[in-house]
């Protein structure tokens, strides 16, 4: 009864002040009041939990209604399956709820016929190419999603499970690929989420196929397609997902923090898929060593040392974060240079070469 008198007497306090305000400042505080229900609404709707391919293409294809500190981002990475062959192409775009730079370019990210944010598309071809690294708008369709500046777009369209990436320069096509749900039996799609009261992230991985053009050369491989939520700092991670030619797929993530001294891993799994036998194999005790500045070399074990694996990168790109703190953001694609799993009855010697990406954060920012 106590708790219910408190309420009433609270309501009654405020009503009666807003009772003292002139027309225009009720209308202001009405439309305050209905922009944070609808910033709380937004949140309890980020923090329900999704499993059914009903929901991608709605999470997929929207803005969200980002709180403060909020962040949306769209990756898309592509690598291709072909024997020795190193190519590989990355999209990234998103926006923020507030002002943030991002490579020292300042994006106010307002919303003005869609969303202004970021975007940027880079890809390796016997060398990097940087296609576009800047500012953009954003618009939205229930299947269609651009970004552009005045001059190059980036159009990701479809429904589930079928899709399309175009990437033009003045109407002219520098990347056309058509996204499938692979003919195997490897995991296709998955969500995740995680709050912690009123900070944590949701997103939604597709994993699929490819075919196409890049660079006006044929294309084809296996793609990561994922869109992320972000309330709250951006925290350390590292994350890696490996293609093999034959198919197989390894994939580990390892988030954590770090301050000073101080370093605590929220999390670490390593996954392998080995397509020959359609089978999924869970690792823990993940190890990750990072060796070299340029073009750094990696060693990853897990299970204590019964799964091993070391890498080289080729080339990078790197992104800074900042707002309140800072944080670096860093793309290698890398290729594996050794490789053995024990007390399985795996072929490592079978895997065919393995390109793909490894992603190094540190720092925090809000």
């Known amino acids: ?21 002139s027309s225009i ?15 709380y609404k937004s949140l309890i709707e980020l923090k329900k939990t999704k499993n059914s391919t009903h929901e991608i293409d709605p999470m997929f294809f929207c803005f969200e209604d980002l709180p403060p500190t909020g962040k949306e981002y769209w990756f898309m990475k592509f690598t291709s399956t072909e024997p020795e062959d190193k190519r590989q192409l990355l999209v990234m775009f998103g926006d923020s709820s507030e002002i943030i730079k991002i490579n020292k370019t300042k994006v106010k990210c307002g919303k003005q016929n ?9 890809f390796y071809d016997n060398k990097k190419d940087l296609i576009l690294d800047g ?12 970004a552009s500046d005045e001059q190059y777009k980036i159009n990701y369209k479809g429904k589930f499970p079928d899709y399309f990436l175009n990437i033009s320069k003045n109407n002219k096509e520098l990347v056309n ?19 912690k009261s009123f900070a944590g992230y949701t997103l939604i991985d597709l994993y699929f196929d490819f075919t196409g053009m890049l660079n006006k050369k044929k294309f084809s491989g296996k793609c990561y397609v994922q869109k992320v939520v972000v309330v709250g700092p951006f925290v350390p991670w590292y994350w890696g997902r490996i293609v093999f ?15 000073s001294v101080f370093n605590h891993k929220l999390s670490s799994v390593l996954t392998f898929y080995d397509n020959e036998k359609d089978k999924k194999y869970i690792f823990k005790d993940l190890t990750i060593k990072k060796f070299g500045k340029n073009n750094p070399r990696w060693i990853i074990t897990a299970n204590k040392g019964k799964f091993f694996t070391s890498l080289k990168s080729y080339s990078s790109h790197k992104f ?10 860093i793309e290698y694609l890398s290729e594996v240079t050794d490789i053995f799993i024990e007390d399985l009855d795996i072929d490592a010697s079978g895997l065919g070469s393995g390109f793909g990406l490894i992603e190094d954060a540190n720092g925090y920012v809000l």
């Open 1 to 21: 009864m106590k708790i219910k008198k408190l309420k009433d007497d609270a309501f009654n306090t405020l009503n009666k002040y807003i009772q003292t305000l």
């Open 25 to 39: 400042e009720k209308k202001q505080f009405k439309e305050k009041i209905k922009q944070i229900n609808s910033k």
């Open 114 to 122: 869609g969303r202004n944010g970021y975007m940027t598309v880079w």
């Open 135 to 146: 500012k953009s708008s954003i618009s939205m369709n229930p299947d269609n999603i651009t």
């Open 177 to 195: 690929l058509k996204i499938t749900k692979p003919k195997d039996n490897s995991d296709h799609f998955g969500f995740s989420n995680y709050f």
């Open 245 to 259: 030619s034959n198919g197989s797929i390894i994939t580990y993530y390892e988030p954590r923090i770090e301050l």
């Open 320 to 329: 800074v974060f900042e707002k309140i703190g800072s944080f670096t953001y």
